[in-house]
């Protein structure tokens, strides 16, 4: 655990610093939107396979109505740790506006 937490000799920072952002790169409301959608899709799934394993819709709903209270919390909570993750996350550069030089413009 201790190897974690050394520098790196190039950057200086921490392997965690170096792999966590201080804030999120994405919203909150971004994430529960892709919690709530996935769930959808994924609640599905989990119905058609339990229907298809037990030959029971009622205990394929049931299954699937389980499932989705316990892994909206579960998504949403992993969703948020991952949007803090930096590595694989390709900076996009921003381009920055000329400036103009106040002295330049009056001549």
């Known amino acids: 655990m201790r190897r974690w937490a050394t520098s790196n000799h190039r950057t200086g920072r921490s392997v ?3 792999i966590l952002a201080p804030k999120s790169h994405t919203t909150q409301t971004r994430s529960l939107a892709k919690t709530i959608t996935w769930r959808a ?3 599905v799934d989990t119905f058609i396979l339990g229907w298809i394993v037990t030959g029971s819709m009622m205990f394929a709903g049931s299954i699937a109505s389980l499932e989705v209270l316990t892994k909206l919390v579960l998504y949403y ?3 948020r740790a991952w949007a803090r ?3 694989g996350v390709v900076p996009v550069p921003v381009p920055v506006p000329a ?3 106040p002295s330049a413009a009056s001549h």
């Open 16 to 18: 965690i610093e170096t």
């Open 85 to 87: 993750v930096v590595w």
């Open 77 to 79: 909570l992993h969703e």
């Open 41 to 43: 899709l994924a609640s």
């Open 99 to 101: 400036t103009i030089n």
